[in-house]
């Protein structure tokens, strides 16, 4: 136990942990953004997948980090968009649709590395490029906080910055305000002049754009190379950690937080000889936990409305 | 002149169609010699009997899940938790393979039989917390993908693994466990009976007994079933459970029919592949036979043609993806459809 508590307390610890928890941050908020318009994207996977190898082959070509991350940006966005044109005009299915979605990229990926590059594993022949790590002045020099919250790559400060933006672009615009009324009643939106598909058609974008940053910094931060199914679940957790933290903001960025925990402690914990196996899986048995008793309270709830009135 | 009636056959035609062009565009771009990689596309997976052999064993799993998920789909539950109990159930499976000592008839009946009835199990937890509690089968089932992938693999690392095999590999099955081939020069097993008999069961179950109009009835409205009498919480649980044991059936089948070794270090796929053999056979159980054909025919041509041509099988991925866009599309040619249907009547009147 000792051993365990020497990891953990650790500043690279708590570095490490904000590093981990990056790409799920970004997925858990696009899959917040979706979720509050009454759509579940559940091809958030694939929509990193996609963008994480569109950053490394624009950053390639092009010779720049910045232009590669607007790649992936845009890719993932594109990505999020043909879901939303099926769903919303063609009316597929959202999560059949996303099936297709993850379908496509887990597949697709690989095909397009092995024609550019000729190799189906990684992308090791393309000279990608890595967007920078950012040294915060004044921080850094403080101890214990300094070497945990400095340093990190830019993408993990945007990360904590989008948690900022998105907290109040649900709450605080009317944007959010028409984002949250479609998601709870869209007869009720419809019939006050919200365009119900416009919001959706903005909300699933939205989530693609966030699921992109999280792929972009998996192939340009995480790691400096697109790997073959290199996401590995992490769009799953994130979807995890948005049902655990019940669609809001803080919740979301608590458990993603939890979860990133999760995965920066499966290291630590084989230590103390527990399999990693094993704690891969902790983030969904904590999910499934917290849905039953989310489900079951609300049953309660329901059972005692419909009680009531006979009751009086 | 075409009829209502046979609209969904033609959109599914169409949708076939339309992925056949894309596939055939993709090759186009990519290969060197379009025309010839095509023809390796669609001729080699039919073109000597081992190759026809090669796309009926990969029909088999599909059939399975494709199955599971017809009759989730049937009952309007958005479960994809095949994959995890197909996964899991083979794990089960190969357990028993390796460490029992039976004759070579019973032998895979008590694996097999062990993996769908742990698959019926494992199946139902999403489906009772559906039942009882409305908490998102979805969401639980994803969810135990994952948990189920972690365990089993845990159990292949840590018990089953085989040290001396030199890969991630589980130690050898006992001969008696595994099941006989039926043609030979193919690898087709016993499982393709075993698979055949689930449909046909699983239809009759569907369209001639009480609880299956029950299913299908709490599938088209779960309020309206209740109402008049249906226990649609009893269906739900019902309809898990079976789907869990088809499901996990086919894992084990699939283990015990193509393997020596359990050798899955990731989830196979089959489960989510499941979902869009359910969807070409618009969750008809006599149907599946043809869309598992199908998509293991362009699965084998794909493989096909990655060895014989300079395409990557992956391309097959996103013919799939396109397939499952379109199929589940219900506005797609309902222009069309609207259009019979005005013309039809105009006849009529």
């Known amino acids: 136990m000792n051993s365990l508590l020497n990891v953990i307390l650790t500043t690279d610890f708590a570095f490490s942990l904000l590093r981990v928890t990056t790409p799920i941050l970004f997925a858990a908020l696009g899959a917040l953004i979706s979720n509050r318009a009454g759509i579940i994207n559940i091809g958030m996977e694939g929509i990193m997948l996609v963008s994480a190898l569109a950053g490394v082959i624009v950053s390639a070509y092009t010779q720049s980090a910045w232009v590669g991350l607007l790649g992936a940006v845009l890719s993932g966005t594109l990505i999020a968009g043909v879901l939303a044109f099926f769903t919303l005009k063609f009316k597929t299915h959202i999560i059949l649709g996303g099936v297709a979605i993850n379908m496509f990229a887990s597949g697709g990926t690989v095909f397009i590395l092995y024609l550019l590059s000729g190799d189906k594993g990684s992308s090791t022949s393309l000279a990608s490029k890595v967007l920078p790590s950012v040294q915060l002045p004044l921080i850094q020099d403080i101890p214990v906080l300094g070497p945990i919250l400095s340093g990190h790559h830019i993408l993990t400060y945007i990360s904590i910055l989008a948690v900022v933006v998105v907290y109040y672009l649900l709450n605080r615009t009317p944007l959010g305000l028409r984002i949250r009324s479609v998601g709870e009643n869209p007869h009720a939106a419809q019939s006050v002049g919200v365009s119900v598909v416009r919001i959706q058609y903005t909300a699933l974008l939205l989530s693609g754009f966030f699921a992109s940053l999280g792929g972009a910094y998996m192939s340009m931060g995480y790691l400096s190379l697109f790997t073959r199914d290199m996401i590995a679940g992490r769009g799953w957790i994130a979807i995890a950690a948005e049902s655990m933290g019940r669609s809001t903001t803080i919740g979301t960025a608590l458990t993603s937080l939890l979860f990133g925990a999760a995965d920066a402690l499966s290291n630590a914990l084989q230590v103390l000889k527990i399999p990693a196996e094993l704690i891969a899986t902790l983030p969904y048995v904590a999910t499934v936990i917290g849905l039953v008793i989310y489900a079951v309270s609300e049953t309660r709830k329901k059972n005692k409305k419909v009680k009531g009135p006979v009751v009086k | 002149m075409f009829k209502v009636k046979y609209f969904e056959v033609i959109r599914t035609a169409a949708v076939i169609l339309i992925a056949l062009a894309i596939a055939f565009i993709i090759i186009s771009l990519v290969s060197d010699q379009p025309l010839k990689t095509i023809g390796i596309f669609l001729w080699e997976p039919i073109s000597t009997k081992g190759h026809i052999g ?48 039976l004759n070579s008839w019973f032998h895979p009946v008590v694996a097999i039989a062990a993996g769908s009835i742990v698959g019926a199990l494992l199946s139902a937890i999403p489906g009772i917390l559906k039942a009882k509690w409305n908490a998102n089968e979805l969401v639980t089932s994803l969810m135990f993908n994952n948990i189920l992938f972690g365990i089993g693999l845990y159990l292949l690392n840590y018990h089953l693994r085989d040290a001396k095999a030199f ?18 020069g193919t690898r087709i097993h016993t499982g393709l009976i075993v698979v055949l008999v689930m449909i046909v069961l699983a239809h009759l179950f569907l369209y001639r007994t009480k609880w299956g109009y029950e299913l299908r009835m709490t599938g088209v409205n779960r309020d309206f079933a209740r109402y008049s009498g249906m226990k649609t919480a009893k269906v739900i649980i019902l309809v898990h459970l079976i789907a869990g044991f088809i499901a996990g059936m086919g894992g084990s089948v699939e283990v015990l029919g193509m393997y020596n070794r359990f050798q899955w270090a990731s989830l196979p796929g089959y489960g989510l592949d499941g979902a869009l053999v359910a969807m070409l056979a618009k969750n008809n159980p006599l149907s599946v036979i043809g869309s598992a054909l199908f998509l293991a025919y362009i699965r084998i041509g794909a493989d096909m043609m990655a060895r014989l041509s300079d395409v990557p099988s992956e391309m097959i991925s ?32």
């Open chain 2, 54 to 101: 090669n796309v009926i064993e990969m029909a088999i799993p599909l059939m399975f899940t494709g199955l599971a998920v017809s009759l989730l789909f049937r009952a309007n539950m958005f479960n994809l938790g095949a994959e995890g109990i197909f996964y899991f159930s083979g794990v089960v499976a190969s357990v028993l393979a390796i460490h029992l000592s």
């Open chain 2, 318 to 349: 996103i013919i799939q993806a396109v397939i499952i866009l379109l199929i589940s599309a219900e506005q797609f040619l309902k222009f069309w459809k609207n259009r019979m249907l005005l013309k039809e009547a105009k006849a009529n009147a």
């Open chain 2, 167 to 184: 890969a991630n590999v589980s130690y050898k099955f006992q001969e008696t466990a595994r099941l006989s081939k039926i043609f030979t």
